[in-house]
């Protein structure tokens, strides 16, 4: 076993809740899902702190009720967010733990270690995690393990990842290995993940070996967590009408009515009701109660509609009728929501859903065969070609703040795309660019990956050309280049996945963000566009005038005083004014010019 591990790599899906390890066995043909030393092949993703030591897993969630300020979960809810995100506000509520704004207003988790306090980040946690279940792969296959495939971004030391994918895709390799005997031609197939923390979906064509991705959406913040929030609100709620008391205070109490929530949730996937018994919640008084299915439904039922909001947007972005899907697939904890099913079945038209594949290990299982195709020395391994798509918008910034796009989101790579541009002033030699990703019309509110400049360009009048390439390889690595056409000059850069791109998770946020402030963002495109018609009319005037010689009197004022506009802080003027000024300028302009002609 040892030998055969040498320079394995692992696949590991990081959840929100539990998290599992898998790894492709050469001389068996197949994965295994590794077991834990408690013998379970998920883990909680949990991290308690105590007196004497630091426990992860199983160690950590079963010690939760009686330590539960130190017992961190829910980790990854945090990772890519302010403190001050009404999200993290929300949650905060229901956390026992002590959640505090750090530095840049990073939510700070603060515990007692060894009877001192600790202060730890999100990612701190993850990393935890992620080196936890290095280990029981490590324990498992008696010797190290440096690479992984992992579904999250996170860097840490002594693990190696060799590639960040997106947990659908991840359930899709499963799947379409499992299928593998019985799929002729081509399948398109739907894979929706549901887990603790997070909803994510793929749209994919799967081919002979190749997987072609058509689209990716998902929800940073739904999964079964929330579920088992509303259910202890709802309890809450209950136990202090028939008590007088609130317990929202009392961490230890809280922590052991959200276990039995979650219990009574997963016995409501299987049963039409579900009963709690806890002695002593809450000083001294037990809580018997139950609930049914249907109270369960109503109390989620916009959770549920978001849902299915989401699995239309995947289906509309990929182009595609939803009902050419040959297979729906579902993956993760919380898919076994009978609720959930059912709208996902009245949405494809009543197509049967797939449940064939495990949906607790099938992304690990998916991450390892990854792993091991990335990796040197496997010849067993199911040759598979992954298409994946760009989950964002890439492009680069523009006169006036504005994003403008090279290669849109969902366009599958590998792709190579020009545009052209021109220099936004008289006489400019030099131009930066700056490559951002993102959804925003605002190129600032967009993820900046990175810049280079131009040089010698000829000195010459505004709107000289200059050609932008954007080409994404087979790995997802980017490279941009830029070339004066007028000499042939030119300069690029190179943006991998180490430098500043997004993981899944957080380019789910930046979709969600950008839906959020779409308003906003029309706003301000329509302010960008009417100051950019009234900076051209002057450009255009005031060279049609130099041409004349003839730049006096009224002319010459209108100009410098819609100059004065353009170069204002553009925060202090709204769309009218620009439109407003244009206007009054092609009016001086056309009163004007015919008197200076003669
Ligand atoms: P995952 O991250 O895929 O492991 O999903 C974990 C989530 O699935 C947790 O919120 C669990 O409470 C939830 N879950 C697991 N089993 C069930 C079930 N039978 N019914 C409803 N939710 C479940």
């Known amino acids: 076993m040892a030998k055969e591990s040498e320079g394995v790599a692992v696949g590991i899906d990081l959840g929100t809740t539990y998290s599992c390890v898998a790894v492709w066995l050469e001389h068996h043909n197949r994965v295994e899902i590794i077991h834990n030393n408690q013998g379970n092949k998920t883990t909680p993703s949990y991290v308690a702190f105590t007196d004497k030591q630091r426990l992860i897993g199983d160690a950590a969630k079963n010690q939760a009720a009686i330590n539960p300020t130190n017992t961190v979960f829910d980790a990854k809810r945090m990772i890519g967010r302010k403190y001050n995100d009404p999200n993290i506000q929300k949650d905060k509520l229901l956390w026992p733990f002590k959640v505090i704004s750090g530095v840049d207003d990073q939510p700070t988790i603060v515990v007692q270690h060894k009877g001192q306090e600790r202060r730890l980040c999100a990612e701190e946690v993850s990393a935890m995690i992620l080196l936890k279940m290095r280990n029981i792969a490590e324990a498992y296959l008696e010797s190290p393990v440096k690479n992984a495939v992992i579904t999250t971004r996170r860097a840490i030391a002594g693990l190696n990842v060799l590639r960040i994918i997106n947990e659908p895709t991840a359930a ?48 940073t913040h739904l999964g079964g967590e929330d579920f088992d929030n ?7 709620e209950e136990f202090n009408k028939k008590n007088n008391l609130d317990i929202s205070g009392n961490s230890r109490a809280l922590r052991r009515l959200r276990n ?3 219990r009574a949730k997963r016995v409501l996937s299987y049963n039409v009701d ?16 139950s609930i049914t299915r249907g109270r369960f439904e109503e109390l989620n ?17 990929a182009n595609m009728d939803k009902n050419c899907v040959d297979d729906v697939v579902l993956v993760g904890g919380s898919s076994r929501i009978p609720k959930l099913q059912q709208l996902l079945q009245e949405f494809f038209n009543g197509k049967d859903l797939c449940r064939s594949i495990n949906p607790d290990e099938s992304v690990a299982f998916g991450a390892a065969v990854q792993a091991a195709l990335l990796s040197e020395g496997f010849k067993n391994v199911p040759n598979l070609v992954l298409h994946d798509v760009t989950p964002l918008s890439l492009g680069i910034l523009t006169k006036g703040d504005l994003m403008s796009v090279v290669i849109p989101k969902n366009t599958t790579i590998p792709v190579k795309k020009k545009q052209r541009y021109s220099t936004p002033g008289d006489n400019h030699t030099v131009i930066k660019i700056d490559v951002f990703e993102g959804e925003r019309a605002r190129a600032t509110d967009n993820n900046l990956l990175g810049w280079f ?44 996945h180490d430098t500043g791109r997004m993981s899944p998770k957080e380019v789910a946020r930046l979709i969600q963000e950008a839906k959020d402030y779409e308003a906003e963002d029309k706003k301000f495109l ?22 004349k010689k003839k730049n006096k009197g009224i002319i010459a004022r209108s100009i410098l005083k819609a100059k004065r506009l353009v170069t204002d802080d553009e925060d202090k003027h709204d769309k009218e004014e ?8 092609q009016k001086v302009f056309e009163r004007m010019m015919p008197r200076l002609e003669n």
């Open 260 to 262: 039995a929530c979650e």
């Open 453 to 496: 400049k131009l040089s010698g360009i000829p000195k010459g009048p505004k709107g000289q050309p200059v050609m932008v390439t954007f080409e994404i390889d087979a790995n997802g690595i980017l490279y941009v280049t830029a070339e004066d056409e007028t000499t042939g000059n030119s300069n690029e850069i190179t943006i991998s």
């Open 274 to 289: 579900a009963f709690i018994e806890i002695d002593g919640l809450f000083k001294g008084i037990d809580f018997c109660s």
């Open 230 to 236: 509303r259910m202890l609100n709802y309890f809450m």
């Open 172 to 219: 899709a390799i499963a799947y379409g290995l499992d299928k593998r005997s019985n799929c002729v031609g081509e399948r398109n197939i739907f894979v929706s993940d549901f887990g603790g923390g997070t909803f994510d979906v793929s749209l994919l064509t799967i081919k002979d070996k190749v997987f072609e991705i058509k689209a990716t959406a998902g929800n």
């Open 578 to 585: 620009y439109e407003k000024e244009l206007k009054h300028l």
């Open 301 to 317: 039922i916009d959770l549920f509609r978001e849902c299915i909001d989401t699995v239309n947007k995947c289906v509309t972005d």
């Open 526 to 547: 329509e302010k960008a566009r009417a100051r950019k018609d009234l900076d051209d009319y002057i450009y255009n005037m005031e060279k049609d005038l130099k041409d």
